[in-house]
């Protein structure tokens, strides 16, 4: 389960389960966040995950690098085919040349009709690999390999809130307007963060995403309810 445990200077580790971004490897990833996080272990900081590995923040005063690596030590027979537990969620999306600005673009260069790669978008369950590069932007993957495409060389100054894109073989929403590299084929009308909740990222590391296509129609009904504040969020879960 674990490729390798390292001092990360005198106060984290790192854990790494692999070198390869696959569902795998990040499964394992969000298991032994599960893991320590279940396990209460005095001194610990911040657990922060990422695509194939965890950084473990601790204590020094209350643990060391040798009692994690001990604690660790107990889930390498561990079995986490039937212990992953994801939230499922449900992301709306239009997909139109008004919000895909990298629509014909992507056509051109993978050879496919509009139809097609909102097929191949939506049809993948996709795992939210780690969260970045803004606050509550989620790195999902994989995407179907006919949508494989690279960023742009040089950036957009600036990409729409919602804006869903596509880079290699993953796909994210950026969460609020910023630049950007990523090919946008549509976006998403639901907000991604959310400051009157507790928790205002609508995305965690570990969750699995599907995306459904919506008219125009539903896309400006919902915009509309976010601005009145009276979109219910219990439609995007499973």
Same mark, same amino acid.
Request: glycine letters at 6%.
């Given at each position: 389960?674990?490729?390798?445990?390292?001092?990360?200077?005198?106060?984290?580790?790192?854990?790494?389960?692999?070198?390869?971004?696959?569902?795998? /490897?990040?499964?394992?990833?969000?298991?032994?966040?599960?893991?320590?996080? /279940?396990?209460?272990?005095?001194?610990?900081?911040?657990?922060?995950?990422?695509?194939?590995?965890?950084?473990?923040?601790?204590? *020094?005063?209350?643990?060391?690098?040798?009692? !994690?690596?001990?604690?660790?030590?107990? $889930?390498?027979?561990?079995?986490?085919?039937?212990? $992953?537990?994801?939230?499922?969620?449900?992301?709306?999306?239009?997909?139109?040349?008004?919000?895909? *600005?990298?629509?014909? !673009?992507?056509?051109?260069? /993978?050879?496919?009709?509009?139809?097609?790669?909102?097929?191949?978008?939506?049809?993948?369950?996709?795992?939210?690999?780690?969260?970045?590069?803004?606050?509550?932007?989620?790195?999902?993957?994989?995407?179907?390999?006919?949508?494989?495409?690279?960023?742009?060389?040089?950036?957009?100054?600036?990409?729409?809130?919602?804006?869903?894109?596509?880079? /290699?073989?993953?796909?994210?929403?950026?969460?609020?307007?910023?630049?950007?590299?990523?090919?946008?084929?549509?976006?998403? *009308?639901?907000?991604?963060?959310?400051?009157?909740?507790?928790?205002?990222?609508?995305?965690?590391?570990?969750?699995?995403?599907?995306?459904?296509?919506?008219?125009?129609?539903?896309?400006?009904?919902?915009?509309?309810?976010?601005?009145?504040?009276?979109?219910?969020?219990?439609? $995007?879960?499973?």
């Amino acid at each position: 389960m674990i490729e390798r445990i390292s001092a990360y200077g005198n106060s984290a580790m790192l854990i790494e389960t692999g070198l390869e971004i696959n569902r795998e /490897n990040n499964e394992k990833v969000q298991f032994i966040k599960s893991f320590l996080q /279940n396990k209460q272990v005095e001194g610990i900081r911040a657990l922060i995950p990422a695509y194939t590995s965890l950084c473990v923040v601790f204590d *020094p005063l209350q643990t060391s690098f040798e009692n !994690l690596q001990s604690i660790l030590s107990n $889930i390498l027979a561990e079995d986490i085919s039937s212990k $992953i537990q994801s939230r499922k969620l449900t992301i709306p999306v239009l997909y139109d040349h008004s919000t895909g *600005p990298d629509l014909t !673009l992507l056509m051109q260069e /993978n050879k496919l009709k509009l139809e097609e790669i909102i097929e191949l978008h939506t049809q993948p369950s996709y795992q939210v690999f780690m969260m970045g590069f803004l606050a509550g932007f989620p790195y999902m993957g994989l995407s179907h390999t006919k949508l494989t495409t690279k960023r742009h060389s040089t950036p957009r100054k600036r990409v729409e809130t919602g804006s869903v894109g596509l880079a /290699n073989n993953q796909t994210g929403i950026y969460p609020s307007a910023s630049p950007g590299g990523w090919k946008i084929i549509g976006q998403c *009308p639901v907000k991604l963060v959310r400051e009157e909740l507790e928790t205002p990222f609508l995305f965690h590391a570990g969750d699995e995403v599907k995306f459904r296509a919506i008219t125009k129609e539903e896309f400006e009904e919902i915009q509309k309810e976010e601005k009145n504040k009276t979109f219910d969020l219990s439609q $995007i879960y499973a």
